[in-house]
């Protein structure tokens, strides 16, 4: 085996990314150039080869910020001035598309060669950066059961997020579904639906994106509710991601002021549908169900998607609209000194 490495994903012969990426959402050429926009750095990508055909690698980005589970302030400035000196390695997709950035062989005994190159990759790239620590997140539990070499294996680390396995091609067959499993939850959609339209919200489902700025406060008011650390890169990704070609935004307004907002990062060649970086302004009430069902239209009749990704949170009105569980919440991480092991134990004792 060999491996080849290259800085910024125009570097990268899209044949070759494209073999090594196949079926994992979010990890084509595009994502990536993206994702390089919004971080404002290339990444670095790894290539396997066993002879000339490619077999796996990885993408690796250096973060300087990172949305960290800290509740308290004084906890984050100091991750905050630490990261800012000693950056994060991370192996995943593209910014708020939640994805693992390992791409690995069927073959379990050429998928744990495959590890070892990454290890070794990374490892250069972490000395490169004077790095704190390697982080590779969204696994599954059979990701796990390979070898990891000197990774720490941390399972159930992450929330676990959503999903909703879209099998309707049209949003009255899907109501169909929900009055025949429960109808308490067919009669909850009206009742939103009437409170919704009688509060004046009006909710549109398309191409055009909000004002980043807007979009940005209203963010912030739904991490402030919740005491989460503010997600650093929120107004890039609102501003950048129209450069894909199947984005689209979710806008809710009340006599013309946005009121609440998501974007909508969708993977054609997967059929994954990601919303991702919620706003609501938290004086209007029925914004959250209502929203949620348009998302959820515009899955099933526009997109014509598999499965959308819900995340975390809401679990109860999740479930009821059907979501399940999604369990790729375990990742598994190196760290490379003993400042980093440090670190990294102190940020452990302290993680929510």
């Not at 909703?164 to 949003?171: A, K, P």
């Amino acid at each position: 085996m060999r491996t080849e490495i290259f800085h910024g994903i125009e570097t990268v012969d899209p044949h070759v990314w494209g073999k090594v990426t196949a079926g994992h959402p979010y990890a084509g050429c595009e994502w990536f150039a993206f994702g390089e926009a919004v971080l404002e750095q290339p990444g670095t990508y790894a290539v396997v080869f066993d002879g000339d055909e490619p077999i796996g690698g990885a993408n690796f980005w250096v973060l300087r910020q990172e949305q960290l589970p800290l509740k308290g302030a004084i906890e984050r400035r100091l991750m905050q001035a630490f990261l800012e000196r000693r950056p994060l390695i991370i192996s995943r997709t593209s910014p708020c598309t939640l994805q693992r950035g390992v791409y690995l062989p069927d073959n379990p005994s050429q998928a744990e060669q495959v590890i070892g190159e990454i290890q070794r990759v990374g490892l250069e790239v972490a000395h490169e950066h004077h790095a704190s620590f390697l982080l590779a997140d969204y696994l599954y539990d059979s990701d796990l059961d390979l070898l990891w070499g000197d990774y720490t294996i941390m399972r159930d680390f992450l929330d676990h997020g959503t999903k909703l396995e879209i099998m309707w091609t049209s949003f009255d067959d899907y109501l169909a579904f929900l009055k025949k499993r429960k109808k308490s939850v067919y009669r909850s959609y009206w009742q939103h639906v009437r409170g919704a339209e009688k509060a004046g919200i009006e909710v549109t489902v398309g191409s055009k994106p909000p004002d980043p700025d807007e979009a940005l406060k209203l963010c912030r008011a739904v991490e402030a509710k919740y005491n989460e650390n503010p997600y650093p890169f929120t107004r890039q990704v609102y501003a950048l991601a129209s450069m894909l070609p199947n984005t689209a935004y979710m806008t809710a307004r009340v006599n013309g002021e946005l009121v609440s907002c998501e974007c909508l990062l969708f993977d054609a060649a997967n059929g994954v549908l990601t919303p991702t970086l919620y706003g609501r302004d938290y004086r209007i009430e029925y914004a959250y169900f209502y929203t949620y069902y348009a998302v959820i239209r515009y899955a099933i009749e526009q997109y014509h998607a598999r499965v959308i990704h819900g995340n975390s949170g809401a679990y109860d009105f999740k479930e009821r609209l059907g979501f399940v569980p999604d369990m790729r919440n375990n990742l598994v991480f190196c760290a490379p000194s003993a400042l980093a092991r440090a670190a990294t134990n102190w940020l452990m004792e302290r993680i929510d």
